[in-house]
C-alpha cells in the first residue's frame, strides 16, 4: 500500500522519539512491501521561532492532506521558555488545540497495560495483577461538558456558575461506532460508563450504544456506572478490554488507567475523525529537562506509530509486529533510563530504537 504520512517532531524530545519511530515505519513498510512517504512540519514551539505562530495554515494544510500525522510533542519549560511570555493563542500547546480541531478528532484512544517486566513500577497489588491487564479507553474529544455554554451570573445576589452538559444523538452514535470497530479488533468486549441513575444525557448515552450494538453482534456489549468503574479500574482492571465514555469521565478516568500502569512514558494515544485520518502521539509531554541527550523513551511513540498502522492502514498484521518487538526488547531486558531497574541493560534513545527494529 502507497501511504502519506506526516510527522510533527515538535520540541524537547519530540525530534528524538520522532526519528526512532518513523525509522521503524520505514523498516515496517520494507519488511512488508509497502511505500510510506514522510513530510515533517513544524508546530509548537519551533514553528513560533520560525513563523512566529504555533502552527501555520500551510503546515495544517499538508497535515489535513495526509492519510496519518505522527507527533512527538509541543511545549518547553513554562518557567523558563519565552514561549509562555506570549498571548495563550500563540503558545505551542495552541497548535495542538488548532489541529485537533481542524481535523474534527472527536474520538481519543488511550491503551493502558502492563508489560510483566514492568510490574514491579505499577502500584498495584500482585494478586490484583495475577493476569495483567490490557485495556483502551475510548473518550468522546469534543463534546460535553467541556464544550457546553458556561457563564456566571448573580442569581437573588447570590453568585452563581453553570455549566452545560449537552450531547446529541448522531455525537453519540459516531463515537460508539469508533468504539465497536476497536473492540472487534481486539477481545471483542466493550463497557459503556456513564451515570444513568441521574443524567439524562447517560441515559441518551447507554440507549445509542445499545442500538449501535446490533450491527455489532460479535462485541459483547454491557453498562458500568462511573463511580464504579473508578474502583473497578484499581481494583480489577484486567476485567476491562475497551471502555467508551463521555468526554469528561473519559478525562478522569484516562489518567487513572494511564497511573495503574506505572510508566507513562510508555503510553501510546490516537485521536481519530470520521474518515481514516487519525493523530498519533504518546501520552507524556516534551520532557524538555532530558531533551538532546539521548535518554529519551521512544517506546510510546514507537507504540503510537503501531497504533497508526492499525486506526489509520488496517494494517494489523503489521501493528502486531511491532508491538512484539517492543515486548521483546523488554523481555531481553533493555531499559531507558525512565524504567531502568537493577539488572537490566542501560540503553538511550537510539539504540532501543534500533533494538525494536532489529526485532
Ligand atoms: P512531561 O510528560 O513532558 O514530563 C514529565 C516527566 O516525565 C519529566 O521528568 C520527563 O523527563 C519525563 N518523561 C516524559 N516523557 C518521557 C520519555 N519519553 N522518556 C523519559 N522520560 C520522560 O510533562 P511536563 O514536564 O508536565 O511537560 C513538559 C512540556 O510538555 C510542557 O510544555 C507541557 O505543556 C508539554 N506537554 C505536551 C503534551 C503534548 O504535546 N501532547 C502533553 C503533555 C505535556
Ligand atoms: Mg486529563
Known amino acids: ?69 505522527l507527533l512527538g510533542a509541543v511545549g518547553g519549560n513554562a518557567e523558563t521558555s519565552p514561549w509562555y511570555k506570549l498571548a495563550p493563542s500563540l503558545r505551542p500547546e495552541a497548535g495542538l488545540l488548532k489541529i485537533r480541531k481542524e481535523l474534527g478528532l472527536f474520538a481519543n484512544l488511550r491503551p493502558a497495560f502492563l508489560y510483566p517486566e514492568l510490574a514491579a513500577a505499577c502500584p498495584l497489588k500482585p494478586e490484583q495483577l495475577a493476569n495483567g491487564f490490557d485495556l483502551v479507553i475510548v473518550r468522546e474529544l469534543t463534546g460535553g461538558l467541556y464544550f457546553g455554554e458556561r457563564h456566571t451570573e448573580k442569581v437573588n445576589s447570590v453568585e452563581t456558575a453553570v ?51 446490533k450491527d455489532y453482534p460479535d462485541v459483547k456489549l454491557s453498562h458500568m456506572l462511573v463511580d464504579n468503574a473508578a474502583m473497578q479500574l484499581v481494583y480489577n482492571p484486567g476485567q476491562f478490554d475497551v471502555i467508551v465514555t463521555e468526554n469528561t469521565f473519559g478525562d478522569i478516568l484516562s489518567d487513572e488507567a494511564s497511573m495503574v500502569t506505572g510508566s507513562i512514558g510508555m503510553l501510546p ?74 539488572g537490566t541493560k542501560k540503553v538511550g534513545t537510539r539504540e532501543m530504537g534500533a533494538l525494536v527494529r532489529e526485532r
Not at 508546530?43 to 513563523?51: A, E, H, N, W
Request: net charge negative; charged share 30%; proline share 4%.
Open 163 to 213: 455549566d452545560t452538559l449537552v450531547y446529541t444523538e448522531p455525537e453519540i452514535r459516531r463515537i460508539a461506532i469508533k468504539a465497536f470497530e476497536a473492540a472487534t479488533k481486539r477481545r471483542k468486549s466493550l463497557i459503556s460508563v456513564d451515570k444513568a441513575n441521574v443524567l439524562d444525557t447517560s441515559r441518551l448515552w447507554r440507549r445509542v450504544m445499545e442500538e449501535v450494538g
Open 269 to 342: 494515544s490516537a485521536s481519530l475523525n470520521e474518515t481514516k485520518l487519525g493523530l498519533y502521539e504518546p501520552s507524556h509531554g516534551s520532557a524538555p529537562d532530558i531533551a538532546g541527550q539521548d535518554k529519551a523513551n521512544p517506546l510510546a511513540t514507537i507504540l503510537s506509530a503501531a497504533m497508526l498502522l492499525r486506526y489509520s492502514f488496517d494494517m494489523e498484521t503489521e501493528a502486531r509486529a511491532v508491538e512484539s518487538a517492543v515486548a521483546a526488547v523488554l523481555r531481553d531486558g533493555y531499559r531507558t533510563p525512565d524504567i531502568y531497574t537493577e
Open 1 to 69: 500500500m502507497e501511504k502519506k504520512i506526516v510527522l510533527i517532531p515538535g520540541d524537547g524530545i519530540g525530534p528524538e522519539i520522532v526519528r526512532e519511530a518513523k525509522a521503524v515505519l520505514a523498516h515496517v513498510a520494507e519488511k512488508f512491501g509497502h511505500t510510506f512517504s514522510f513530510t515533517e512540519i513544524d508546530m509548537g514551539g519551533c514553528s513560533i521561532d520560525r513563523y512566529g505562530e504555533p502552527l501555520t495554515d500551510e503546515n495544517l494544510q499538508k497535515a489535513k492532506e495526509s492519510d496519518a500525522v
